[in-house]
């Protein structure tokens, strides 16, 4: 088994920050990059940031130069930094974990927690 456990959701006024974590226990033989992706109502989910081994990271457009991702890798954990967030950024926040075991690409999700932004 693996879970995804996340925190630090919550309502904050346009401008205000939240930080995101997630821990990752279980089965986690081959843990690799690690993020977080977002789906507002009627979106699509949509990648906001990962990290990989090493700390390579990726954001999407909308937050860089606003959100910064970081993990502890012996904790097995991500923290997304959230800062001057905008009501756009409103959703529900996912934790993913990719796991790379015997060639194949294992995907892991949290339950999500609601990040709103609003006045």
């Known amino acids: 088994q693996v879970q995804l456990v996340e925190s630090g959701g919550g309502l904050v006024q346009p401008g205000e920050s939240l930080r995101l974590s997630c821990a990752a226990s279980?089965?986690?033989?081959?843990?690799?990059?690690m993020g977080w992706y977002r789906q507002a109502p009627g979106k699509q989910r949509e990648l906001v940031a990962t990290i990989g081994v090493g700390g390579t990271t990726n954001f999407a457009d909308s937050v860089k130069g606003r959100f910064t991702i970081s993990r502890d890798t012996a904790k097995n954990t991500v923290i997304l930094q959230m800062n001057s967030l905008n009501p756009e950024d409103t959703g529900v926040y996912f934790c993913?974990?990719?796991?790379?075991?015997?060639?194949?690409?294992?995907?892991?999700w949290g339950q999500g927690t609601q990040v709103t932004v609003s006045s």
């Open positions: 993913n974990a990719n796991m790379l075991r015997w060639g194949l690409t294992l995907n892991y």
């Open positions: 279980g089965n986690i033989f081959g843990l690799n990059a």
